[in-house]
């Protein structure tokens, strides 16, 4: 319900800023806030895909435009996605026939999913190239932050002991770390109107350490305490909301 929510209300706001505002995109350079909601999917290299296939992105770039077409701001993002490549983590805790009880010995319905956080600190500038003004044109921008993710263990309300607690943390692989990114795309003011978007592709690469000292399922082989490289890459769109300031108004007397 929140995301949905979210949406609405970032609708909203972008029709209040449009409709209350005064804008000269056309024919000038202009400074403004920004504010995007933004979907990215992606796929996934480096060490990052042993665990995890496909993952999603949502979150928002929030910053500022210089009349100069630079750009300043954050890009953050939750992640998530459905696909585990790691083996069964819990191989060692199903009965013979396979399956995972709970604490009234019924059969579990335990799922699997991965979960997680960046938020970097971006720098990045329009290029007025193929654009209908000089606001809008070849958008790029990187930046470097933190990372973290993880597996969510979820067990759909059952009581399941084993996974339970502090002992999901011997299962959930959490990891932390440096994090850069960078994006190479188009990005579209439109003189007039709701249609302010941006997207093209998206890299992201985060130097990352285990914070677990040991996973349940593999208890004789030590965690690793090397440094990860954990890469995600695939494309970007949002949609942007300009907050233009209101120009003063014009009287005109016989």
Do not use: C
């Amino acid at each position: 319900m929140r995301i949905p929510f979210i949406l609405s209300l970032a609708f909203v706001l972008g029709i209040s800023i449009i409709s209350h505002s005064q804008r000269s995109v056309i024919d000038s350079t202009i400074s403004t806030p920004i504010f995007a909601l933004h979907y990215g999917g992606n796929l996934t290299a480096g060490d990052l895909s042993d665990r995890y296939g496909f993952l999603n992105h949502l979150g928002i770039l929030a910053g500022y435009k210089t009349n100069k077409n630079w750009f300043w701001g954050v890009d953050a993002n939750f992640i998530f996605g459905n696909r585990i490549n790691l083996s069964d983590p819990f191989a060692d805790i199903r009965d013979s026939k396979g399956n995972l009880t709970d604490a009234n010995g019924d059969i579990a319905s335990v799922v699997l999913n991965s979960r997680g956080f960046n938020a970097n600190l971006a720098v990045g500038k329009v290029f007025p190239v193929l654009s209908p003004n000089s606001n809008s044109g070849i958008f790029v921008h990187g930046g470097a932050g933190f990372l973290a993710h993880k597996m969510r263990i979820e067990t759909n309300n059952q009581v399941v002991p084993p996974i339970e607690g502090d002992y999901k943390k011997g299962y959930d692989r959490l990891t932390q770390g440096f994090n850069l990114h960078q994006f190479i795309g188009y990005s579209f003011m439109a003189n007039r109107g709701l249609i302010n978007f941006y997207g093209g592709f998206y890299v992201q690469e985060g130097f990352t350490k285990n914070k677990r000292t040991i996973n349940f399922d593999e208890p004789e082989i030590p965690v690793s305490t090397k440094t990860r490289l954990d890469i995600q890459y695939g494309f970007k769109v949002g949609w942007m909301i300009p907050i233009y300031r209101r120009l003063p108004k014009e009287y005109y007397f016989d």
